[in-house]
């Protein structure tokens, strides 16, 4: 099945800085890659995914990249804000199946 | 929001007896999961179903069984066999392959 490793497990940044998360899959038909925010005793919220027909995808302060080559996808957060605190996962799906990874950590110190 | 519902939020349990929790949707997706998270370990999937009346058996089933007998419904029993129940539960649907995933609420339960 497939394996999706996330890094760092944690991520401190000073406000207005970028935070950079980093994940690898090992099921080359994998073809969607989601990112998903959780907030202390909430539910994970999708913040961006990218489709494997396609290399870059950004939302304002937010991009992912995808190197299907390498198999790897990467979450990328410009000028980040004290409410960009929060567990981000990645997850990657080849089918109705989705595999997610542990998750990071991330605090924005103001 | 987001139509899955997810009842109730918190359930306590005493070691030993069986429990249901509840996971409705009206987003009309064919496929839905159920997923345990606990602090460190991510999201763990249990069972996920495409169809109505089929279901697989996700990374951790084991002391864990669902139903499907409805498109809107997906409930999980914890049973007496699960041995560290204790666990953030999450619902999710989707409707397609390749469309995001849609979690509930979640629903906290306690064993004791």
């Known amino acids: 099945g497939e394996n999706v490793e996330q890094h760092p497990s944690t991520l401190s940044v000073q406000e207005g800085d970028s935070a950079v998360i980093k994940c690898t899959y090992s099921d080359s038909a994998s073809n969607y890659f989601p990112w998903y925010k959780q907030e202390l005793g909430k539910r994970p919220q999708l913040i961006i995914d990218?489709?494997?027909?396609?290399g870059e995808k950004k939302d304002q302060r937010i991009a992912v990249t995808l190197n299907k080559t390498a198999k790897h996808f990467s979450l990328h957060i410009t000028e980040t804000q004290p409410e960009d605190s929060a567990v981000y996962f990645c997850?990657?799906?080849?089918?109705?199946?989705?595999?997610f990874g542990k998750g990071t950590k991330l605090s924005v110190i103001p | 929001d987001g139509g899955i519902t997810q009842s109730p939020k918190y359930l306590f349990r005493k070691e030993g007896q069986n429990v249901t929790l509840s996971c409705e949707q009206n987003?009309?997706?064919?496929?839905m999961y159920w997923y345990r998270q606990d602090p460190g370990q991510g999201l763990r999937l249990i069972y996920y179903s495409q169809i109505v009346n089929d279901f697989q058996k996700g990374d951790i089933a084991e002391g864990y069984s669902v139903s499907r007998e409805k498109k809107e419904s997906f409930p999980l029993t914890v049973t007496s066999a699960q041995k560290n129940p204790t666990a953030f539960y999450l619902c999710a649907s989707k409707g397609t392959a390749t469309s995001p995933l849609h979690f509930g609420n979640g629903t906290r339960l306690t064993v004791t």
């Open positions: 990218i489709r494997s027909n396609v």
């Open positions: 987003l009309n997706h064919d496929a």
């Open positions: 997850a990657a799906s080849g089918s109705y199946q989705l595999t």
